[in-house]
């Protein structure tokens, strides 16, 4: 369930801020000074608790784990890291508009399906639909008396 971050305890989930900040920092392999400076740039943005000590969840490690692999091996520079972090923020969240737009869209054509064939059921059996385009027309003059 959570690949490669901290086992999760039961009734938790990858979003729970339950990691104070030296062990935050052991878990992501960073000095928690180098914590407080990525939460001062909002790289990273950890819970608090109570007394308003810093309470990073799985996420947050992971995400810090992601600050430091792209700063160290992409060679990318904390102001490029955040612009980047931002960017994936926002494609998660067009993807789940996306996803909630679609169910809609399912949603709306289920139910004018439903109406069409209501509709189509309320047709009188003796009358047959006649395509005005494709329909012949007779004229025939009045006759003059």
Known sequence: MNPGGPALPPGTNPDTPMFVISVAAELAGLHAQTLRSYDRLGLVSPGRSAGG????????????????????????????????????????????????????????????????????????????????????VVWRPKRSR
């Not at 430091?68 to 992409?74: A, G, V």
């Not at 067009?94 to 399912?106: H, K, W, Y």
């Not at 054509?109 to 009188?124: D, G, I, K, L, W």
């Not at 009358?127 to 329909?135: S, Y």
């Open 53 to 136: 000590g810093r309470r990073y969840s799985a996420r947050d490690i992971a995400l810090l784990r992601e600050v430091q692999r792209l700063s160290q091996e992409e060679g990318v520079n904390l102001a490029g890291i955040k612009r980047i972090i931002e960017l994936e923020q926002l494609v998660d969240e067009l993807r789940s508009r996306l996803d909630e737009m679609a169910q809609e869209l399912l949603a709306a054509r289920a139910a004018a399906e439903q109406a069409a064939a209501s509709v189509h059921a309320s047709y009188r059996r003796d009358l047959v639909p006649v395509d005005r385009r494709q329909a012949l």
